[in-house]
């Protein structure tokens, strides 16, 4: 019942959007066509500003990844994680969530796949997703779309955001599913 | 910060694919990667232009208005630096409402519309302000209500029940989302104190 109502939420919640500003624009007087492009103008030059931030940030990771790097930084953390209660199949993406959204959504299918979504771990690895976000991305285009390249201490405070909930979902995943 | 990690990225991964003597990977990494960050832009040219257009519209018609007017005790709280009635409001509204929505590729030209808002009011345009840490603070924490990408993979894997770890989800985020507050919060007053001295 619940995951049904959910699922035609999310499949609602756009065209609604979409129906409903240019409805109440329209009866509030404003040449809703002529608004739209006026607005939609701006979309080109913002996401080609962009483009030199998405470079720099995309070959970082993507060399980071590829050499066999982040698979060392993995095995070399797992044994300190353990320590700390972190089960060793959940590294990587703890790791890749701060990095690549498709990259940690692809390690979530996995662990999924070969432990089961009901399990302990899919449960962990499914809440890990839905609870963080992918810090560097949002950082980059945010910041890049308005030329910043002093980010101060937002790095810090979003990496901690993201450690916060990788750690609150093993804790509240293991309370609440026991 | 930034400049570390990024070259710590760098120059860990170089170091490495020599060392293992795969030194090939780090060219052909370096330039697929910079020609997807292309084509992630070009992608998202099109979802630009269709949010900020909605939003146009929005402003237009006093939508966004409405709802800074409502929400705006909390904003204030939030971002003390934006003076009353500043159009940053009602964007940071809508990113924010976006966020927890989980309308996905919305959130991306909402937010970017929120920070250049915040970049008029910024007085150093290479430093980021307090807002925009604050602001980023709140979406890299990643507050969604019904987190539906987490949903369809979970019953594509098979789940009985899919929708099950919404709960957790909404506490850890949640819990998140405040201490990435408070955090902030004491980054900036260690920032203030620094810079006095």
């Known amino acids: 019942m619940f995951s049904l109502l959910t699922e035609q939420l999310s499949l609602w919640v756009i065209p609604i959007i979409l129906l409903l500003v ?41 060399i980071f990844r590829l050499s066999g790097a982040m698979d060392v930084s993995i095995d070399a953390l797992k044994p300190i994680l353990e320590l700390c209660g972190v089960p060793a199949e959940l590294v990587p993406l703890a790791i890749m969530r701060p990095l690549s959204g498709t990259g940690a959504l692809g390690i979530t299918t996995e662990i999924l796949n070969t432990h089961g979504p009901d399990s302990m771990l899919g449960r962990i ?54 | 910060m930034i400049n570390l990690i990024w070259l710590f990225l760098m ?46 519209i929005a402003e237009l018609a006093g939508i966004i208005r409405f709802f800074s007017r409502m929400l705006s005790p909390l904003i204030c709280f939030l971002f003390p630096s934006i003076p009353k009635n500043h159009p940053a409001m009602g964007a940071i509204i809508m990113v924010l409402s976006a966020n927890m929505l989980g309308l996905g590729n919305a959130v991306t030209p909402l937010g970017i519309k929120a920070m250049q808002e915040l970049q008029s009011i910024n007085k150093e345009k290479e430093k980021a302000s307090d807002a925009m840490c604050t602001l980023l603070a709140l979406c890299t924490a990643g507050f969604t209500l019904v987190p539906a990408t987490i949903i369809a993979i979970r019953s594509a894997a098979g789940s009985i029940n899919p929708t099950e770890i919404v709960g957790a989800t909404l506490i850890v985020s949640l819990g998140a989302t405040i201490s990435v507050i408070i955090a902030d919060r004491l980054c900036r007053m260690y920032y203030q104190i620094r810079v006095r001295r």
């Not at chain 1, 009866?27 to 996401?47: I, P």
């Open chain 1, 22 to 62: 240019p409805i109440v624009g329209y009866f509030r007087r404003v040449k809703v066509y002529e608004a739209f492009v006026e607005g939609a103008s701006e979309g080109f030059y913002t996401a080609i500003r962009i483009m030199p931030f998405l470079v720099a940030m995309m070959v970082a990771i993507n």
């Open chain 1, 125 to 178: 690895a499914s809440t890990v997703l839905g609870s963080t976000d992918t810090t560097f991305y949002i950082l980059t285009v945010y910041f890049g779309a308005i030329g910043i390249t002093k980010p101060r201490y937002s790095v810090f405070v979003g990496l901690l955001g993201d450690l916060i909930g990788f750690v609150g979902s093993i804790y509240i995943c293991t309370k609440l599913f026991n």
């Open chain 2, 11 to 56: 120059a860990a991964g170089i170091f490495y694919a020599g060392w293992q003597g795969r030194i090939e990977v780090v060219t052909q990494g370096a330039i697929s990667a910079a020609e997807g960050a292309v084509g992630l832009s070009f992608k998202l040219i099109g979802v630009m232009c269709l949010w900020l257009g909605i939003m146009k």
